[in-house]
């Protein structure tokens, strides 16, 4: 069982409220990005992607970004955006007391 969010506010706001209450399995919220291809391949989807355990069951967040050529992000990487945007999140989090690692929790 999972609790899936697809909002960084919301997200943020869950995460300190089981912060405060300590209802955490561990204090490290996992953070990376996740890759859908779409339109046969010629796009892809990109999400940010954020989870943690609460008393052994995954909190997590699929913020979808936007799309982009496949070519694009291949040639180019991430935009300086969705860097920027992971980046506040785990800033914000870090703030709260959570430990960041980058990888994603499968349910």
Not at 38 to 56: D, F, H, K, Q, W
Not at 72 to 91: C, F, Y
Not at 99 to 107: A, K, L, T, V, Y
Request: aromatic share 8%; proline share 1%; glycine share 8%.
């Amino acid at each position: 069982m999972f609790i899936s969010l697809n909002s960084t506010q919301e997200f943020i706001a869950e995460a300190k409220a089981d912060r405060e209450q300590d209802a955490l399995t561990e204090k490290v919220v996992r953070v990376s990005f996740a890759f859908q291809q779409i339109e046969g391949g010629m796009m892809t989807r990109v999400s940010l992607v954020a989870g943690y355990l609460r008393y052994g069951i995954l909190v997590e967040l699929r913020d979808v970004l936007g799309e982009e050529l496949t070519d694009r992000i291949r040639a180019e990487g991430l935009s300086k955006m969705w860097e920027e945007l992971r980046k506040r999140l785990e800033h914000v989090l870090q703030e709260t007391g959570y430990s960041i690692r980058r990888g994603m929790f499968h349910p």
